[in-house]
């Protein structure tokens, strides 16, 4: 029983008189506990997939994309594709190769924002090579072969070899 303090001394209160406090004071703790464990639970590392990088990466892992850009050339070579749809798979298999090195999205990356992209010690080459292929692949993806004659110059076995290039040489 609580007493409260009158006039005329202690009179207790009647159980209805405090029961939208306590109520109130108990959710307020729950409310704080749940809280809190949102805050442990989104606070923690978030557990990532380990994929091997650097020496550890396994060769296989750079035998699939060589063998993606095959399977371009030679839907290319038997009329499965034209030379605007395998250079278009071609920039995407660079694209989604470099994202995967760099741990970082660059499949819809402009060629101004591949240069924006940061480089450091272990990234910058591979960067490198892959802002140059990405340059070398955007005259014959997106030029006009009869207004700008040097798109229709490249050929799609020319520019699968730079994108197996891009592939061989990234060292992560």
Do not use: C
């Amino acid at each position: 029983m609580i007493m409260v303090m009158a006039a005329k001394g202690f009179a207790p209160l009647a159980t209805t008189d405090i029961t939208p406090y306590v109520t109130a004071m108990l959710m307020l703790i729950v409310v704080a506990v749940a809280l809190a464990a949102l805050a442990i639970v989104t606070s923690r590392p978030r557990g990532r997939t380990s994929s091997a990088t650097g020496a550890h990466r396994s060769l296989s892992d750079k035998s699939e994309w060589l063998a993606e850009i095959e399977d371009v050339r030679f839907r290319f070579q038997t009329g499965e594709i034209g030379a605007d749809d395998a250079f278009s798979e071609l920039a995407g298999i660079a694209r989604r190769f470099a994202s995967d090195r760099l741990d970082r999205d660059v499949t819809n990356h402009t060629l101004a924002e591949l240069h924006a992209v940061p480089r450091s010690r272990s990234n910058g080459k591979g960067l490198d090579l892959l802002r140059q292929t990405i340059s070398a692949l955007y005259p014959p993806e997106f030029a006009d072969a009869t207004t700008q004659s040097h798109a229709g110059a490249v050929s799609v076995d020319e520019a699968a070899g730079w994108v197996s290039n891009l592939v061989e040489r990234w060292r992560s």
